[in-house]
């Protein structure tokens, strides 16, 4: 079946650290990959995404490449700061023209100054 | 613009009593989805429905859950009989009617749900 595995949390920085969350994919067809982003008392909402193999989804300083040879889409930034604290969720769909998102369980991160 | 309003954002309920859950997609939108969040679990996606119609259910547990989106009004998510494993929280999303961004929902708070 299809679905994805993140890197377990939560996370803890300090701020200006170099961030990665792992993120990995079981897919059986050729899959697009996104990163969502739930700040405290916000719904979800896309951070960026990246439909075919080589692409990098880029959005607030936030990098991912999708990975077809390690089936990985990893969420890096440089340098965190305090208001990136949220829940990270890595997803991906097979059904182009729909929604139906697979989602990782999601990895909190908290930024400390 | 208003974003995607769920309503209650908690609710308790004890065994055996029905829950509802109600969304309200964004203005413009015309497509809702329901995923569900067990504890430690990422969101599962139970169904997708567009006006008065249900496209697909497939995530939808087979016995005590329906929903609908009516041709008036917000979506609903109904659970009767409620158990505690429906313990949860439970996400609504919505899609523009155009213009669609394959894998771009705007979703709403959540609502979570406690079954003593």
């Known amino acids: 079946g299809n679905s994805v595995t993140q890197m377990e949390g939560p996370v803890t920085l300090s701020e200006e650290a170099f961030l990665t969350i792992n993120c990995t994919y079981t897919?059986?067809?050729?899959?697009?990959l996104f990163w969502y982003v739930q700040y405290p008392g916000e719904g979800l909402q896309l951070l960026l995404k990246?439909?075919?193999?080589?692409d990098k989804g880029s959005n607030k300083g936030f990098e991912a490449t999708y990975r077809k040879e390690t089936t990985s889409f990893h969420l890096e930034k440089g340098s965190v700061q305090v208001s990136d604290s949220a829940v990270y969720f890595c997803?991906?769909?097979?059904?182009?023209?729909?929604?139906?998102?697979?989602f990782g369980q999601g990895t909190r991160l908290t930024i400390n100054p | 613009n208003a974003g995607v309003m769920q309503n209650p954002r908690h609710l308790v309920r004890r065994r055996g009593q029905e829950a509802r859950l109600r969304c309200s997609p964004m203005?413009?939108?015309?497509?809702v989805y329901w995923y569900r969040q067990l504890p430690e679990e990422g969101l599962k996606f139970m169904v997708y429905?567009?006006?008065?119609?249900?496209?697909?259910e497939s995530g939808m547990p087979k016995e005590r859950f329906s929903a609908e989106f009516p041709k008036e009004g917000p979506s609903i998510l109904r659970i009767q009989q409620v158990v505690r494993g429906d313990s949860a929280a439970y996400f609504c999303?919505?899609?523009?009617?155009?213009?669609?961004?394959?894998?771009?929902?705007?979703f709403g708070e959540g609502s979570r749900l406690t079954v003593l």
């Open positions: 999303a919505s899609s523009p009617t155009t213009g669609v961004i394959p894998g771009e929902l705007f």
């Open positions: 897919a059986t067809g050729y899959p697009s």
């Open positions: 990246a439909t075919k193999a080589d």
């Open positions: 997803a991906l769909t097979l059904i182009q023209g729909a929604q139906k998102l697979v």
């Open positions: 203005k413009g939108h015309s497509h």
């Open positions: 429905l567009q006006k008065e119609n249900i496209i697909d």
